[in-house]
């Protein structure tokens, strides 16, 4: 899975450095008005995709024992981006209300993103891999499907 994304990894990232400065440059009142908004979840976002990164780099460096940790790392960094990508989705969403159903909306939101990248992820390895590990992607594609009795959302 390492060899299938490495090439690609690292832009997923750099769009969203990318968007916020567009976003400051361009609309300098909105870019206050959304980070303002979503300060929190735009720190353990960029928490979790340092984790990420972090990670991904140590696995490739770390000996053979150690490399199962680097995977957990990588995958908790992976979700509490995602999640966090959801919230602020959610929160986006409904305008940025503050309200107990807003709230359950935005978390609604990160966990169906986080299921949403799951299923991409998947379908990425088996566009790029073969065999057993192809196996395994196409089961937790058809897993993460829409209208999938087990799927998240």
Known sequence: MVRAIGPFWDANETWLVLGVGILLTAFPFAHGIIL????????VMLLGLTLRGVSFDFRSK??????????????????????????MLGRY???FEDSGTARLFAALIAICLAAGYVLLGATWLIIKTEGTLQTRAVS???????????GFC
């Not at 303002?36 to 720190?43: D, F, K, M, S």
């Not at 957990?72 to 919230?87: D, P, T, Y």
């Not at 937790?140 to 087990?150: A, C, Q, V």
């Open 36 to 43: 303002g908004a979503l300060y929190l979840p735009v720190a």
């Open 62 to 87: 770390a000996p053979t024992n150690r490399q199962p940790f680097w995977n957990r790392m990588f995958v908790l960094g992976s979700l509490i981006a995602a999640l966090a990508q959801g919230w």
């Open 140 to 150: 937790w594609s058809l897993k993460r499907s829409p209208g999938s009795p087990s």
């Open 93 to 95: 969403v409904l305008g």
